[in-house]
C-alpha cells in the first residue's frame, strides 16, 4: 500500500493512498480517535478563524474538530447536522449532499429547536477536510434556512482543487491522486 507523509499543526501522520473511483485515488484522513492532531489542529484553526456565535459540522468525522474547537473558544454549544431524520426531531429541515467520500446522496437534518438558536447568529462551518465543498454547500444552506449568518467555512485540510479556494479556511493542502492506468480491461 502506497502512503502520503502530511504533516499539519506540528503533527505527522502517513495517510493510506485510496482508490475511491476507477480513476481517482485519495489519501485517507480520518480525526476519529486522534486526540492529538484533533487538540493540536482545532489550536491552529482558532489563530486563524473569525469571530462566530456557534459553530455547526455534519455527522460524524467533524465532531471531535467542532468539540475541540468549541472548548478553546468557550462557546456552551455548538451543532451537528444528523445524517437521517430522528424520530425525536419535531420539525427538521433537511438539505441534501453528495459527498466525494460516500459517493452518494445523503441528507443533513438539523432539528427545529437548533434552527430556533441559529436565527440571527454568525455560524462558522467547520470540517475535517473540504474537498468537491458539496458538505459545505449542504451545511451553507442549512444555516441560511434556519436564519443563521456565515461566518466562515474552516477544515484542516482543503483536498485537490478545494486548496484554490478563498473563500474556506484551512492548515493544509491535500492532494489527490489520478489512477495513472485507470482502464479497465475486460474480463476474458
Given amino acids: ?16 493512498i485510496i482508490r475511491i473511483t476507477d480513476s481517482l485515488e485519495i489519501a485517507s484522513f480520518v480525526i476519529l480517535g486522534d486526540s492529538e492532531l484533533v487538540i493540536h489542529a482545532a489550536a491552529e484553526l482558532k489563530k ?12 460524524a468525522k467533524g465532531i471531535p474538530l467542532v468539540q475541540e474547537l468549541s472548548r478553546l473558544l468557550e ?10 431524520v430522528k424520530p425525536y426531531m419535531t420539525d427538521p429541515f433537511v438539505t441534501e449532499v453528495n459527498s466525494i467520500t460516500t459517493q452518494k446522496k445523503q441528507i443533513l437534518v438539523l432539528e427545529k429547536e437548533e434552527s430556533d438558536l441559529i436565527k440571527g447568529k454568525r455560524i462558522l462551518i ?7 465543498g458539496e458538505s459545505i454547500k449542504a451545511l451553507e444552506s442549512l444555516v441560511m434556512k434556519a436564519g443563521g449568518v456565515i461566518a466562515g467555512k474552516a477544515a484542516i485540510l482543503a483536498e485537490g482543487d478545494a486548496a484554490e479556494r478563498k473563500d474556506i479556511i484551512y492548515l493544509e493542502k491535500l492532494p489527490i491522486f489520478p489512477v495513472k492506468d485507470s482502464f479497465i480491461h475486460p474480463k476474458q
Fill in 126 to 132: 467547520v470540517d475535517d477536510v473540504i474537498s468537491t
Fill in 48 to 59: 486563524k478563524i473569525p469571530e462566530a456565535d456557534y459553530l455547526i459540522t455534519a455527522e
Fill in 75 to 84: 462557546m456552551k454549544r455548538y451543532f451537528v447536522a444528523r445524517k437521517s
Fill in 1 to 16: 500500500m502506497d502512503y502520503y507523509h502530511l504533516k499539519v499543526a506540528n503533527i505527522e501522520r502517513n495517510l493510506p
